[in-house]
């Protein structure tokens, strides 16, 4: 879902990713553990989705703390995630 998300997507998926988000990053990890190959694409386009909405211009704090959190999960690095 996350490869169909837009700009104007991340103000409403910021409360439900910070709410949700010691789950997503447990069940993420679980994913980077246990993938297959043949599915790695899947994860790898919704992290380059999430990156480049990450980089968009004019982005509020909300929206860019929402894709900053896609992008720290899918990677599962913790110095990219940033709440509000």
Request: charged share 20%; no cysteine; hydrophobic share 50%.
């Amino acid at each position: 879902m996350t490869t169909l998300a837009t700009k104007d997507d991340l103000a409403l998926l910021h409360d439900a990713l910070v709410f949700h988000l010691d789950t997503l990053k447990h069940h993420l990890l679980k994913f980077h553990e246990r993938v297959v190959p043949e599915k790695a694409e899947v994860l790898a386009a919704a992290t380059n989705h999430a990156t480049y909405l990450l980089q968009l211009p004019d982005l509020t704090f909300i929206q860019h703390s929402a894709a900053a959190l896609l992008v720290s999960m899918f990677l599962q690095d913790s110095d990219l995630s940033f709440a509000a």
